[in-house]
């Protein structure tokens, strides 16, 4: 249920000028690539586009906590160590959240875009936009900023097996193969992601693959198949 701004909440409804962009899905449903790629794509329309991130500021607040307590950096431990901390950073992220109504990460990623801002024209890109709870929440926070949301899930396709006819290490892709997303990896994820599908500006999905060319071939396909993107981008 969305909650409603009190007089005590510190809100960052600042504008920013110029427009952004925000991408939103589950862990390890390929964000940073996609963030990555655009970049690349954009540069080559002479777009200057930038990454920024909540989560690079909670993991900043917490990192020599890690540190000091337990000594693992959150920027280079192994993933199974990153599930072991999620817990925590999941929380501590909560919990600012909560006190501020949405406004915490959200008025501190702001600072650097205009910090950024000053320097030279970028277009902001927000790889992790989760929450749309509060009145200035971060999916709110980036419609009010003249931005667009694109939700992205990541596929497995399904793959059948038949030993009898081609033997027990033979797979092949059938014409009715249907497509295993990526799951949310905790109770927040489950609870929020399908709200923020449902409020994204567009969809994206992609199956799993390790090959870039690929993976850029088929954002750059996303962004001719979508004439808004294209208009709103110039």
């Given at each position: 249920?969305?909650?409603?701004?009190?007089?005590?909440?510190?809100?960052?409804?600042?504008?920013?000028?110029?427009?952004?962009?925000?991408?939103?899905?589950?862990?390890?449903?390929?964000?940073?690539?996609?963030?990555?790629?655009?970049?690349?794509?954009?540069?080559?329309?002479?777009?200057?586009?930038?990454?920024?991130?909540?989560?690079?500021?909670?993991?900043?607040?917490?990192?020599?906590?890690f540190k000091d307590r337990m000594g693992v950096s959150i920027w280079s431990c192994s993933?199974?160590?990153?599930?072991?901390?999620?817990?925590?950073?999941?929380?501590?992220?909560?919990?600012?959240?909560?006190?501020?109504?949405?406004?915490?990460?959200?008025?501190?990623?702001?600072?650097?875009?205009?910090?950024?801002?000053?320097?030279?024209?970028?277009?902001?890109?927000?790889?992790?936009?989760?929450?749309?709870?509060?009145?200035?929440?971060?999916?709110?926070?980036?419609?009010?900023?003249?931005?667009?949301?694109?939700?992205?899930?990541?596929?497995?396709?399904?793959?059948?097996?038949?030993?009898?006819?081609?033997?027990?290490?033979?797979?092949?892709?059938?014409?009715?193969?249907?497509?295993?997303?990526?799951?949310?990896?905790?109770?927040?994820?489950?609870?929020?992601?399908?709200?923020?599908?449902?409020?994204?500006?567009?969809?994206?999905?992609?199956?799993?693959?390790?090959?870039?060319?690929?993976?850029?071939?088929?954002?750059?396909?996303?962004?001719?198949?979508?004439?808004k993107i294209q208009k709103w981008l110039t």
């Amino acid at each position: 249920m969305r909650q409603k701004r009190t007089s005590k909440q510190t809100t960052n409804n600042q504008k920013f000028s110029r427009k952004m962009i925000a991408l939103s899905g589950v862990a390890r449903s390929g964000k940073d690539t996609f963030c990555k790629l655009l970049i690349e794509i954009l540069s080559e329309r002479g777009i200057k586009a930038r990454r920024y991130s909540f989560a690079d500021e909670l993991k900043n607040d917490l990192n020599s906590f890690f540190k000091d307590r337990m000594g693992v950096s959150i920027w280079s431990c192994s993933p199974e160590e990153k599930e072991l901390l999620r817990p925590m950073l999941v929380e501590y992220g909560k919990y600012w959240r909560i006190k501020s109504n949405g406004t915490h990460w959200t008025s501190k990623v702001l600072k650097k875009i205009q910090s950024d801002a000053t320097e030279q024209r970028i277009l902001p890109i927000i790889t992790d936009v989760r929450y749309s709870v509060y009145e200035f929440d971060e999916a709110d926070w980036v419609k009010k900023n003249n931005g667009i949301l694109i939700h992205i899930e990541r596929y497995t396709n399904k793959i059948f097996r038949d030993d009898s006819k081609y033997g027990s290490d033979f797979f092949y892709h059938c014409p009715n193969m249907q497509k295993i997303f990526i799951k949310p990896v905790n109770d927040e994820e489950l609870r929020n992601d399908p709200i923020i599908k449902s409020i994204a500006d567009f969809e994206f999905e992609w199956e799993t693959n390790d090959n870039e060319i690929k993976l850029r071939k088929e954002i750059e396909a996303f962004l001719s198949n979508n004439p808004k993107i294209q208009k709103w981008l110039t």
